[in-house]
């Protein structure tokens, strides 16, 4: 064993310390870097708001950021109640025996279960079993089924993080549990749950996978009419014009990727923004 | 002389460990009884049982029967026992509102107030008896959170006040509070008694002697010693007392 003198040590370590925070945000800012300078120049008014023409190899994205767009929407609309609802039991009500222990579990595992199995397990049951057909409505229930782990996770955190003395002040005026809920733990929550509820929408707008067999076309010739249409959708759509169109100009590629980038980006720092404010606002 | 509670061969438990062993009490209306006793002694557990608080801890178990007014508590709806027990607990917990809207808050869920002007009367009223009213009445919009240790226990007080319960149980009310804010909720709780029946568990043994009217001595889950607070404090009849009310331990 090599014996370091303090100084050096300390030295050392803090420099290996800053190589590997170096180490993780380079490639970050490399893709930022390298998605803006390719296409940037592709970026304009018609670019976002026409149909795509001659083969996708011209005009715009139009319908795939509506596509993705009212897939997220469809999805958060049946994911956030059934979130919010089951973390509240889980949080203020389950007791602490086998089956609860069971249902957390589960909860933890389902999170990690790979997008695509979610993927073929919308194909079977939404599309196929329930006959929705490839449309919006399947996309977003599929990717509601990959998303409700993670939004329980979330608002259970939110949930926990309200101090238990509140509670127990509230009750011992004879305040009911669920009207303590209502009253006390949910509106000191709220921040928490909606900053989890815009990360995950960030997180499921870029997600390829789940909507692949279950909502996502290759080229439709106009915007969704329903929810039962089948759309495209931005992931799908940079996925096909990168791979299988050939001769496909590079800054309309890019220009795609710049658009879900920002999309993403945009709702990530909403719910920091949002974050920022509801710490200012809290009272304790 | 009413016994507004009888406690009778009260056990309870954690875990499977006693902590309170067969205690029975009377306690009277409109007195104050004042719980001493070292750590351990399952004061507190006492008085978290009479209005159930306990109900929420699963490791909690208990045998035996609590009459509040010849109505057993344990076959009580526990809302209902809350609203007639309050509890005011060790540490100050202001509810993250107004003090305007922390008073008006329990009432206002039970329908008790409807109109604003009844609204602004039972804040005024309730701050009044929490001898609070002097020092808030020009701030009712601030957030609980920013007064004083002193303040916010007042405002507790208050709260509860504002549900008319029966009896007011104090747990260490002024274990966090300076000597001045201490007098003041001591004020208060001797103002308290013409109306309410209190029981006061408390570290602080002059603080018994000053308030109260009779005094208990718990000591490792048992009831040593009952008696007039005068009375216990001038001749102990038990060692055990003696011992803790001298300072000889505890």
């Known amino acids: 064993m090599i014996k370091l003198n303090p100084k050096l040590s300390q030295k050392l370590s803090y420099t290996l310390l800053c190589i590997t925070v170096g180490l993780a945000i ?77 249902i957390k579990l589960a909860i933890v595992n389902l999170a990690g279960v790979p997008s695509v199995v979610y993927g073929l397990f919308g194909l079977g049951i939404f599309v196929m079993f329930f006959r929705l057909g490839v449309s919006i409505i399947a996309g977003a229930l599929t990717l509601s089924i990959m998303e409700l782990p993670v939004i329980i996770t979330t608002v259970r955190g939110a949930l926990s993080s309200v101090p238990h003395s509140f509670r127990e002040a509230s009750l011992s005026l004879g305040v009911s549990r669920w009207q303590t809920i209502r009253h ?31 909502a996502a076309a290759f080229y439709v010739p106009h915007l969704p009419h329903s929810i039962f249409d089948q759309v495209m959708s931005l992931p799908y759509h940079l996925y096909i014009i990168s791979t299988q169109i050939p001769n496909m100009p590079k800054n309309l590629i890019y220009g795609t990727a710049l658009v879900l980038l920002m999309m993403v980006l945009t709702m990530s720092c909403v719910a920091i923004i949002a974050r920022i404010y509801f710490r200012k606002r809290r009272k304790w | ?135 808030v009445k020009d701030r009712l919009n601030f957030s609980a959170m920013k007064m004083s240790g002193g303040q916010q226990q007042r405002l507790c007080i208050a709260r509860i006040l504002a549900v008319n319960p029966e009896v007011i149980l104090f747990d260490e009310p002024c274990s966090g509070l300076d000597p001045i804010s201490t007098a003041k909720v001591e004020e208060a ?17 002059k603080q018994a002697s000053r308030v109260s009217d009779k005094t208990a001595f718990f000591l490792m889950g048992r009831l040593i010693e009952i008696d007039k607070t005068g009375e216990l404090f001038v001749s102990p009849k038990k060692k055990e007392t003696e011992d803790y009310i001298t300072g000889r331990f505890g």
């Open chain 1, 26 to 102: 380079v490639p970050i800012l490399m893709i930022v870097f390298v998605i803006v300078k390719n296409g940037l120049s592709a970026i304009s008014w018609e670019f976002l708001t026409s149909m795509p023409k001659n083969g996708m190899r011209e005009g715009g994205i139009l319908p795939a950021i509506l596509g993705t767009f009212s897939i997220v929407l469809c999805s958060i609309i049946v994911t956030l109640p059934i979130g919010v609802c089951a973390a509240i039991y889980l949080n203020e009500y389950a007791k602490n025996n086998l089956l609860t222990r069971i």
């Open chain 2, 1 to 135: 002389m009413v016994n507004k509670i009888k406690v009778k061969q009260l056990s309870c438990y954690y875990n499977k460990k006693c902590v309170l062993k067969s205690l029975s009490i009377n306690i009277v209306q409109n007195e104050i009884l004042s719980v001493i006793g070292p750590a351990n002694s399952g004061k507190t557990t006492f008085l978290r049982t009479l209005n159930r608080m306990n109900d929420l801890n699963i490791a909690y178990y208990r045998d035996g029967v609590v009459y509040l007014d010849d109505n057993n508590i344990f076959d009580m709806n526990m809302e209902k026992l809350r609203r007639r027990v309050g509890m005011l607990f060790a540490m100050p917990i202001p509810l993250p509102m107004s003090i305007y809207e922390n008073i008006v808050y329990a009432p206002k869920l039970f329908g008790l107030i409807k109109t604003k002007s009844e609204q602004n009367d039972i804040v005024e009223q309730t701050l009044k008896d929490a001898s609070l009213w002097d020092e």
């Open chain 1, 184 to 214: 006390i733990v949910l509106p000191n929550a709220i921040p928490g749950i909606l900053t989890g509820t815009i990360l995950s929408i960030a997180r499921i707008s870029g997600e390829t996978a789940p909507i692949l067999f279950t």
């Open chain 2, 189 to 205: 709780m001797i103002e308290l008694k013409r109306k309410y029946t209190i029981v006061l568990v408390t570290n602080n043994v």
